[in-house]
């Protein structure tokens, strides 16, 4: 078993920068891919960002790119996700994800763990 926590989100202007955390324990993370998708009221939960357990390959959704950086820090069992010059389309629930050997990063149903999210909320 994996669990997940993550931390991080809060209110901010747009433009603003925050850091999600997502802390895993029970068991080393490096054999797992590693990903955040959000999920807006109303809407489906999509993917955001994803890292290879392999290599360090990453991956983006198109509206985040050059914006968002996701990395992974397997001596502390912990996956960030930068976000800066936010929009308000970027609010919603973020979910950090785990996924053994998982090759197929952008598909939430690969997944094996789910945090509980942290709430992003991008103001005007």
């Known amino acids: 078993q994996v669990q997940l926590a993550e931390s991080g989100g809060g209110l901010v202007q747009t433009g603003g920068s925050l850091r999600l955390s997502c802390a895993a324990s029970?068991?080393?993370?490096?054999?797992?891919?590693m990903g955040w998708f959000r999920q807006a009221p109303g809407k489906e939960r999509e993917f955001v960002a994803a890292?290879?357990?392999?290599?360090?390959?990453?991956y983006y959704t198109d509206s985040v790119k050059g914006r968002f950086s996701i990395s992974r820090d397997d001596a502390e069992n912990t996956v960030y996700l930068q976000m800066n010059s936010l929009k308000r389309e970027d609010t919603a629930v973020y979910y950090c994800?785990?996924?053994?050997?998982?090759?197929?990063?952008?598909?939430?149903?690969?997944?094996?763990?789910w945090g509980q999210g942290t709430q992003v909320t991008v103001s005007s």
């Open positions: 890292t290879s357990w392999s290599d360090d390959t990453t």
């Open positions: 029970g068991r080393i993370l490096s054999n797992y891919a």
């Open positions: 994800a785990a996924g053994y050997i998982l090759e197929n990063v952008l598909s939430s149903l690969e997944y094996d763990y």
